[in-house]
């Protein structure tokens, strides 16, 4: 179907239009002004507690029935009133690069233009419920 006596394309020439692509991209995120730096505030449950957390990516792990949130983003230390809440979801994912959250723990993810306050807060009535169970178990075979 192709014209014959092509050569196939050589490895040297697919790795160079891979690095001229991320040039043109790198090159018109300067021109235009326009990044992706997308901010999502991803709110889940843990051990009776709800946590409200910001990251710059949330993805499907690769890990089955697991969310993967990655890049998380904290409020800046220069501020003069310190919120404990905050300070205290900060200890807990310190030195935390990537999390994977198990997908019947998430209550929502929303992509937001400004980022607020994370913080943890005592599971109250009303709303906000834990599934009972797992979605998937492993070896289940009823049908």
Request: proline share 4%.
């Amino acid at each position: 179907m192709g014209r014959s006596g092509a050569k196939p394309i050589s490895t040297r020439y697919c790795r160079l239009l891979v690095k001229l692509r991320g040039l043109w991209q790198e090159f018109w995120q300067q021109v235009t002004g326009m990044s992706e730096k997308h901010l999502y505030k991803v709110v889940f449950m843990n051990q009776g507690q709800v946590f409200e957390v910001y990251a710059r990516q949330v993805r499907h792990g690769e890990l089955f029935g697991f969310v993967e949130v990655e890049q998380l983003v904290f409020g800046e230390r220069t501020t003069v009133v310190v919120d404990p809440s905050e300070e205290k979801i900060k200890s807990e994912f310190e030195n935390v690069r990537r999390t994977f959250l198990p997908m019947h723990s998430i209550i929502r993810i929303d992509e937001v233009d400004k980022q607020g306050v994370s913080k943890i807060s005592k599971a109250q009535g009303g709303n906000v419920a834990q599934f009972p169970m797992p979605i998937y178990t492993p070896g289940d075979t009823k049908s």
